[in-house]
């Protein structure tokens, strides 16, 4: 038995071409989507990293400048480095955060470019306070 044949009229192909149109542009927002929340993500971190960074500075202001020794809150908020040596992980960490801020806010507004890759991955290492 044959199968029927199909017919390409005009009709039916406009059709198609609109269900792979709105394929394609399905999937471009789901992209453009997730990178707008790995961009939020980023930007959240990097206020969180500059109100870290003011408080190792003030650290360092109040304690090793100011009396000679550190209190115990700066020893346990930079760790076993002096707050200048942390303050200063920590302005690289926003660096980084910045930048990687900045690509998914670009890949987010075009979505048809592809996101570079990002290696390595994050170490914050910021201790409890």
Known sequence: MRLPRVRFT???MMIGIAVVALSIAWVAERHR???HEYADLYA???ISARNYLA???SC???CYLGKGA???RCVRMAGSKSPYQ????VRDLITEVVRRKQIFQRASYRPWLPVPPLCPPLDCGTPEV
Not at 86 to 89: F, G, I, L, P, V
């Open 86 to 89: 942390r303050a200063q992980e």
């Open 70 to 72: 550190a209190c115990e």
């Open 44 to 46: 959240s971190g990097e």
């Open 60 to 62: 360092d202001a109040h």
């Open 10 to 12: 005009v009709r039916r």
């Open 33 to 35: 989507t997730k990178c």
């Open 55 to 57: 408080r190792l500075e």
